[in-house]
Every structure is written in C-alpha cells, then in structure tokens.
C-alpha cells in the first residue's frame, strides 16, 4: 500500500508559471523525498527533507514539511517545458529505516 | 546517470516463465533496493538487502526472490509469470539505510508478459 497521496494528480501550467503539488501522508516520519520521472524513465532524486526540517531549497524547487498536518509541498518555480514530468513524493518511516514508500504521484505538463 | 545499472532494459516472457533481473548498485553503496512499478498499483516497494542481507521485505509476492551477492549486485528472480506482472522494475541503491540518505534508481528493466 502507498503512504503518501499526491494533489493534484495532474497539473497543467504554462511555461513561466509556478507549480505546487501537495503530498499527504500518513504515519510519523524519519524524512520525505521528492523524486521526479520523466515517461517510462528512472526516478531522480531532487530533494530530501528530514522530520525537524520545515523547508529546504534547491535551485528552482522550494519544499516544505508540515508534520502536525502530514503534509509536505513541491513547489517549482519559473517552470520550463523541459519540467514535464511526473513528481512523487515518499517517506521513510520512523518505525523503519529502510523502506521508502511512494506517493501516486503528480503528472505535471508545462505547456511553451 | 545515477550509476545504478539494470539489466537487462526490456524483456519479453511467456506466462509461466521464469525471468531474473540483474542490478548493479553504485560503487561503494551497501543497500540495494526493488521496486514495482504498474499502472495499477504504482510504485511499491518489493525488498532491500543491505551487505547481503535481507533487510526489509514490501509487497513481494511469493514467486518472487531476490538477493545480493558478496560483490553487491543483486537479482530479482520472477516465477511462474502472470500477465499482472507486467511492470518496470526498479532498483536502487544507498550507502547505507535510507534514514537520511539519497537513494539512487536504476533506469528500470521493463518486463512484459504475454
């Protein structure tokens, strides 16, 4: 079973503007990771954010962790055509140091 | 590249066959990691060994295996195809466990099973 739930499943914006996915999750956690796929592609890491962190920035990604709510946020800023691609999120438990459970995942489109 | 490398990249199989799919972690990383990935069920998290040993166990289905040899790749072996396990598979590998490290993600080995 997934751990985290991303909103929106989809989004479509124009090249330019800002992006934001939400993940939710679930249990406590040790930390939470953004991954990024692009179509039929491996996962590349963007960003990790540990438990005591609340937000970290990385170039055009700015993400936050919220965990009296369980959340957590992706946002890219200035996004490009090239950002086409699905976004997931996923946690690392505190019960376990070894499993990274993913989010559904967010498919985003950047229109030129 | 990530320097997690998988093969083989796609396979075709028959119902009822028996596949093994090879990884490569990054040089030095300890854990290895596989995952499932399906339109279904997304991304679920199968199994990690760390150093050669099983160190957590996800949504792995009993026709399936996987473990890690002394030189640190490692293989998932599928038995007994269904058509349902028609997936990319992922493997990924860290330094140590994944409590605040990065993993690293091969470039999946696409499996189809007709």
């Known amino acids: 079973s997934q751990q985290g739930e991303e909103d929106p499943q989809a989004l479509s914006i124009q090249e330019g503007e800002n992006a934001t996915m939400n993940c939710s999750y679930k249990?406590?956690?040790?930390?939470l990771q953004w991954y990024r796929q692009n179509s039929g592609r491996g996962l590349v890491h963007l960003i990790l954010?540990?438990?005591?962190?609340r937000e970290k920035h990385s170039g055009r990604l700015r993400v936050t962790l919220d965990t009296s709510k369980k959340s957590s946020s992706l946002l890219i800023t200035a996004s490009r055509a090239a950002d086409t691609a699905s976004y997931f999120c996923?946690?690392?438990?505190?019960?376990?140091?070894?499993?990274?459970?993913f989010g559904s995942g967010t498919r985003l489109l950047v229109r030129p | 590249d990530s320097g997690v490398t998988q093969t083989p990249k796609h396979l075709i199989t028959a119902t009822g066959q028996r596949v093994t799919l090879r990884c490569s972690p990054r040089?030095?990383?300890?854990?290895v990691y596989w995952y499932q990935q399906s339109l279904d069920q997304g991304l679920q998290f199968l199994i990690q060994?760390?150093?050669?040993?099983?160190?957590a166990k996800g949504n792995i289905l009993e026709r399936f295996s996987a473990q890690q040899f002394p030189d640190l790749h490692s293989e998932l072996n599928l038995s007994s195809l269904e058509l349902g396990d028609s997936a990319l598979y992922f493997c990924?590998?860290?330094?140590?466990?994944?409590?605040?490290?990065?993993?690293?993600f091969g470039e999946g080995s696409w499996l189809t099973v007709v």
């Open positions: 996923a946690t690392v438990g505190m019960d376990s140091s070894y499993k990274l459970i």
């Open positions: 990924a590998s860290s330094a140590e466990g994944i409590a605040g490290n990065t993993i690293y």
């Open positions: 060994y760390y150093n050669g040993e099983e160190r």
């Open positions: 040089s030095g990383d300890l854990s």
């Open positions: 954010i540990r438990s005591n962190e």
């Open positions: 249990t406590s956690i040790n930390n």
